[in-house]
């Protein structure tokens, strides 16, 4: 019997976990579709059944509503995974359980670093999808996308002011970063589930917060330290650097950060005692 | 089966549980684990499940290590912890995520085992009584046919039939490649069920015998009144219940209450006897 | 089965196969339960009931037939008096004579007691 990793036994622990998790999980999803829906409907509702004017303003409350409430979901889901460890009865029932500490942990990236994010985003995605078809039913002159080129030769694209949401901001650039950062940020929660045996989800955001506080004075300060009262010599030069070797920085540092996170979360799982 | 060679274990340091302790336990049998209140039963027993590490020493069980929690020795384990948690499922759901990781998982034995023990099957788990909880958990242990059984005072909670049925559970439930390990304050209902005593004391294994031994080498009786041969006596309705040293191979009944205190009094002069 | 307080449970265990045995439920040649099926009917530790079968072996009350089981000896009956009697003579007797001795009883006295419970209770 392999003891590190069995694609049988991963199988069977992932339909077991989704048994005891699944229920707080569908029930998190619920509750994100509901806001969701009642955010959309609130700010269409004038508009597609009271025929008022389309404004492009109306749609605007879409993109702070997908960064923070997406941040919340996952988060959540993230810091009540391995919650129940905190308690005795339920954590021997699952050290107990003859699976891998590997496949253990594996399972639980799964379910909140994959599933969280994606399943977010295919809600947010549908209700988007379905509001936006309807108004676009209703307004159709706003429903063009067109280029061409101007007296100059220019090419000038006309925007489209009713489009869904994903289609308007899509990435264009860093998108690894982007795609990375729900990852990362489950990272964190996932370990501060483990990490703390109570109030994870208050605890963990609390240690962020200080943790990079801290971590910001220290840039701060020894930027200050290093570069006052000095003068840059070639200036300009920021243009060399292409955005490719930045996005490759940035997706580096938090492939490393959150690489970081997992094995200490792996390592607190393999140690963990009751 | 199991070996424990020279564990060192506290929660705290500077605060040992237990010192030095050593002891190898073998299949076919069922050992009652004794000890007073903090004595640390249920510690011992984390241990050798690998819930908790030793501090230093070393701790065999099937030839694993059971502080690396190998899936393969795990499968070979039925720990029955004293509080427990199911989740709010039914029983044939509950089964059909777990049973999968037993591979030896008898599935006709786990029903007439819930049968036995007069479980509602349609019924929640959540909503099921302590008592009835731990009869699921008692039986789906069992069914996974693992070879060594750990129990935590697996008879609190239940009623008075349900410890005749798990007694009788229990005693077809011994097989010459199983080892039974049984954690109890309640001597009472288990003291025919055991055939191996372990008593824990002042950070060691103070007994370590089996029934046989002990009445071989002891006598426990009603005496008038107390002599010198007497070893521990306690005062009852005709006379003393006293523990005395066997010199005329006499067959005596273990009193497991008055062993207990015997030792915890009388360490001393228990220790030549056994050693 | 109630187990009394003073008597080891292998020996208790005996003289419930014995009992059984002479009142004729297990008669000669016929199969006595399995360890663990006495084990489980009076729970009990299967080791305790392995004591007890081994113990009754060496008296010839029951015997082993390899891979089958264990089989009332034919001459059980016998056995089980003569392990009776010896259990009588060592264990319970010398009670009896110390009273007797104790309380000055003549064996006279005794001996008419004796016929007399032998008559009432044997042959009516």
Redesign the interface.
Known sequence: ?N?TF?IQ?FG?LL??QW??FG?IYLITLAVALGVIITFYSFATWNTIFEQRLFSERLLNFREPLFLIFGFLFITVIASSYFA?LG????A??D???????F?KFLTGVLFTAVLSTVSFLVIFYLTDLAFVSKLRSIFHNVDTATSFRDSYGKVVETRDNLAFFFTRNYPKEFTSVFLLTPVFVTSIFLLGSIYFNKFHYIKTAISVMIFSGIWTYIIVKTGQTMFDNKIPINTGNGENISKGLIELGMFSLLLLLTAIFWVITYVRL??K?? | MIKINNLNFGYRKNQLLFKNMSMQLSTGHIYGLLGKNGAGKSTLL?NI?????ADSGSMDVMGYDPS?????L??E?C?I?E???????KID??VK??A???PNFDHPYFTALLAEFDIPVAQKLIDMSYGQKKKVIIAFGLATQAKLVIMDEPTNGLDIPSKAQFRKIMASALTDDRCIIISTHQVRDLDNLIDTVIMLDENKVALKASVEEITNKLCFKRVKEIDDKVIYAEPSLAGYNAVLQNFHDEDSKLDLELLFNAVLAEKNKLKPIFN | MEFRDNKAIYLQIAEYVCEHILLGKWKGDEKVPSVREMAVELEVNPNTVMRTYELLQTKNIINNKRGIGFFVDDDAIANVKSYRKAQFMDDELPVVFRNMYLLNIGFDELQDRYNTFVKENFNS
Not at chain 1, 87 to 90: H, I
Not at chain 2, 49 to 53: I, K, N, R, T
Not at chain 2, 83 to 89: D, R, T
Request: hydrophobic share 40%; glycine share 4%; proline share 7%.
């Open positions: 019997m003891n069995s036994r069977l339909k077991r048994l005891e229920k129940h308690q005795k009865s339920k021997i029932i050290l107990m359980i003859p699976a891998s500490t496949e393999k140690e005692q009751v | 984390k499940a690998g819930l908790v590490y690396k929690r190998q899936p393969a795990l499968a384990i720990f912890p509080e427990f948690y199911l989740p709010s499922v759901a509950f995520a777990n999968g990781f037993y």
